[in-house]
């Protein structure tokens, strides 16, 4: 499973970096508008700063043209770029008709909460349908599960797309995980998550409170 960071800040994405997790960047409409007045800036920085591709959306729905001209523009700005569609009759249609006039360009459908439409995006041919189960978990305040039924559907029709879900605390982290989702993307906040667990600290505390008891400050010596 790759791991994604769903930000527009190059500070977290550098973070995120650093720690050697992640593989590429989810933004959106939203993320983009916290990054300043410049919108392109913004978007340049964001791909400079991932180690992959980075998924940005079209601004709209109902209109196939205006989608489609704004996909055209975010292919040609960065080779690193996959679009992202809205599931709605238009984001359809541009969707089929980018990939009849550009194979080569990579598609996402996003905001994806069916498993109908993520069948749609799986028979229409994007590269990935991005679900966003973890939000719908906070709405419904109950679990969602859709990556097994997607991924069993898909595998059933021969579908290459890949499943992207959005993730929410380490526990959905997991199940996601265990599904087989494709691609999980997280915000920053909720990365951090990952490496914590309150019975770790407690164990690390009290290992270190017993070693200091014994020795103090010394430790193991260095290479």
């Known amino acids: ?8 800040s190059p500070d977290e994405i550098r973070q995120a ?5 992640i593989d590429g960047v989810t933004t959106n409409p939203t993320l983009i508008s916290k990054g300043g007045a410049d919108m392109q800036a913004t978007l340049r920085n ?7 591709v980075v998924l940005c959306q079209v ?32 984001g359809f249609r541009a969707l089929r008709e980018l990939k009849r006039e550009s194979p080569d360009i990579k598609i996402a459908v996003t905001l994806v909460s069916s498993v109908s439409q993520a069948y749609l995006a799986g028979k229409f041919g994007a590269d990935i349908v991005a679900i966003f189960n973890g939000p719908l ?3 419904l305040d109950q679990e969602v599960d859709l990556v097994g039924p997607v ?29 087989g989702t494709d691609i999980c993307t997280l915000r920053f906040e909720f990365m951090k ?3 914590d667990h309150p019975y770790t600290e407690q164990r690390l505390n009290g290992f270190l409170a017993d070693w200091k008891g014994a ?3 010394k430790t193991w010596p260095g290479a």
């Open 151 to 179: 991924k069993r559907i898909y595998a059933n029709y021969g579908f290459k797309t890949k499943v992207l879900s959005c993730g929410r605390f380490p526990r959905a982290f997991g199940q996601f995980a265990e599904a």
């Open 59 to 90: 601004i709209g729905s109902r209109e196939v043209e205006p989608l489609k001209a704004q996909a055209r523009w975010l292919h040609k700005f960065s080779a690193k770029i996959v679009v992202k569609l809205p599931p709605s009759p238009a």
């Open 215 to 217: 020795f103090g400050e």
């Open 17 to 21: 970096c650093e720690w050697g997790l």
């Open 1 to 8: 499973m790759q791991l994604f960071i769903d930000s527009s």
């Open 137 to 139: 978990e906070l709405a």
């Open 193 to 195: 998550l990952l490496f």
């Open 46 to 52: 964001v791909v400079e700063a991932s180690p992959g």
